[in-house]
């Protein structure tokens, strides 16, 4: 892999032209101490790096066939006298096994690429009992969160983040050069305290995910037992009809698309909060709450959920003709039809009204695509910040529009028909257009050039009641200083 295919680390590189002492990265001989699954991944990706691998196992005859036929397998005394750069691919519990190599070890580097099963399992990071157990040792934490898929595979197809943390910049700078010639982006995260919380880094289950999927499927539940009560419970309790057949398809299509409307909605509100917050104490330095502030940081999550949630809608919104109570529907339909002798049902503004709001939402669906598209890291990467700018924000906004338009069309004059309000209950699609149209009315107010004009002069670091200094002359022809307030 070239060094041009690389992204740029945030670790410096030393200068090794004209001093013979400092090897380069590659071709360098580097020991794994270890004959597990990351321990193999991790000789393979280093092998093809171009360094030269000796691997210290206490069954070297065994292990052998497992490694590439060009590392040297050996004894662990026997590798670790031949590197002066050691990965230690083994668990917590069996650092102990190798203090009988204290005193081969000394001076040396350990690379400690392990996790723990927990979150804070031990007092003290592994990293750090590690370096406690061999003091004349300097450690470095650094390819835990890197799995052997990825070592296997290439930087290509997986992170190509590797976390760097030690006491030592020398042995950082060493080891950042190692990951950067392996393919990987070093990036230095401290000293040695910081390894407790790399170390926790591959234990957490999407950690940015959890509010927006709680936030989602509180939604869900919410729509979906509203719909439950108009569509199935009103008709059973009222006109004795049983409509239990509509849960699996018919009320969860009527919920999936409230759900993304909703969710796309929630990804502008709080700039719209933020943006009042900014005009009413008239600065943009004033820190946002702390709900406001997660929330801003989880509207990728939120808006991705919101375009699951209309794909699924898409899906089940095909399906429902393949139903066999739609079948029997139309069939029931065309007999009442014919026996009532009706031979022309076309209905103008019914036609238009579907026509309308299927194309609508087809192109809704195609803008929440491109959304979620350059959301992406390898797409954003590529994208200036003007570009992505525009995208998640101007064409975001234009997505909400259509949306709504698409959601009026499908309620149409429904809204007015008494016969809708079940149980006095709206029709759910009403409910889903209060936020919606709020986030709309609210950038109509902002794109005022009065109120633009006051937000933009704001995010630029103009303060209202910030007093700056001026000098006049005085009457005898000397100077004098004052105060005024910057939004006089």
Known sequence: MSRGDMAKPLLGHRNTEGDPSIMPAAGRTIGVLGSGDFARSLAI???????????GSRNPKRKAGLFPSAAEVTFQAEAVKKTDVIFVAVFREHYSTLCDLADVLAGKILVDVSNNTKINHHKESNAEYLASLFPACTVVKGFNVVSAWTLQSGARDGNKQVLICSNNQEAKRTVAEIAQAMGFTPVDMGCMSSACEIENIPLRLLP????????????????????????????????????????????????????????????????????????????????????????????KQIGLLSFFCAALHAVYSLCLPMRRSHRYQL????????????????????????????????IALGLLSLLAITSLPSIANSLNWREFSFIQSTLGFIALVISTLHTLTYGWSRAFDENQYKFYLPPTYTLTLLVPCTVILAKVVFSLPCVQQRLLRIRRGWEKGRYVKFVLPSATGEYSSGETSSNV
């Open 331 to 362: 069939i029931e339909t065309a007999v009442k039809q014919a026996v009532e002798k009706k031979m022309n049902i076309w209905v103008e503004e019914e036609v238009w009204r579907m026509e309308i709001y299927i194309s609508v939402g087809i």
């Open 208 to 299: 940015a995910w959890k509010i927006p999927i709680f936030l989602a499927l509180g939604l869900f539940l919410c729509f979906f037992t509203y719909n439950l009560v108009r569509q199935v419970i009103h008709p059973y309790i009222r006109e004795q009809k049983n409509k239990f057949y509509k849960i699996p398809i018919e009320v969860v299509n009527t919920t999936l698309p409230c759900v993304a409307y909703v969710m796309l909605s929630l990804v502008y509100l709080p700039g719209v909060l933020a943006a009042c917050s900014q005009l009413y104490y008239g600065t943009k330095y004033r820190r946002f709450p702390d709900w406001l502030d997660q929330w801003l940081q989880h509207r």
């Open 45 to 55: 990706r280093l092998v093809c790096s171009g360094f030269k691998v000796v691997v």
